[in-house]
Each structure stands twice: as C-alpha cells, then as structure tokens.
Nanobody, 117 residues
C-alpha cells in the first residue's frame, strides 16, 4: 500500500504561481510513474502531467509552457510548479503514483487550487 500526501494548494491570482508537492510512502519496490490529475466542478478528471522514473514527462496541451513537473526519486516525491495561472486551472489536483511490486495505482486525497481573475 502506498500513501500519498499532497501539499501546496491554495488561492492565487491570475498570472500568479503555486507549487504542489506529493510525497509517497509505504511498502513498495519502486515507483515507475508519478503525476497529477485535476478535476474541476462538473467536469471529468483529466491528466495534467506525469513523469516516469527515468525522467520522461508529458503534459496536457492546456498547461504546456506554464506547468513543470519534477521528481526526486530518492524522496519518492513529485513537484508541480504552476506558473501563469489562469482561472481555468481552478480544480482539485490529485497526485497519483504507479508502483511496481505491488503493481498498483494509488491516489492522494486531493488539494484545491483556486485561481481568481
């Protein structure tokens, strides 16, 4: 089982920045991918960004050039630097981790990001 603890959400003005963190702990052999989804009111959860243990990343088109994901493998922690925030970025952001041995996908509790115009 994997526990994911998120931090760093909150309120920002349009054009501002926030940084999210997500630390994984528990019993697992390794984590081969970590990332972030988000869910806005009345919308489906969508992938924001992810990073593999090898450092490969992918981003949703809506956040490319504004958001940056990074990962500290030694700490099993992933970070999301969000710049040039837009009101459309308002959502609950969920961290996830895909582990090996056991093979599973686990989720954080979610952290609210609100961007005011």
């Amino acid at each position: 089982q994997v526990q994911l603890v998120e931090s760093g959400g909150g309120l920002a003005q349009a054009g501002g920045s926030l940084r999210l963190s997500c630390a994984a702990s528990g019993r697992f052999f390794s984590i081969n991918a970590m990332g972030w989804y988000r869910q806005a009111p009345g919308k489906q959860r969508e992938l924001v960004t992810a990073v593999t243990s090898g450092g490969s990343t992918n981003y949703a088109d809506s956040v490319k050039g504004r958001f940056t994901i990074s990962r500290d493998n030694a700490k099993n922690t992933v970070y999301l630097q969000m710049n040039s925030l837009e009101p459309e970025d308002t959502a609950v952001y969920f961290c996830y981790a895909r582990t090996v041995l056991p093979s599973s996908i686990d989720w954080g509790q979610g952290t609210q990001v609100t961007v005011s115009s």
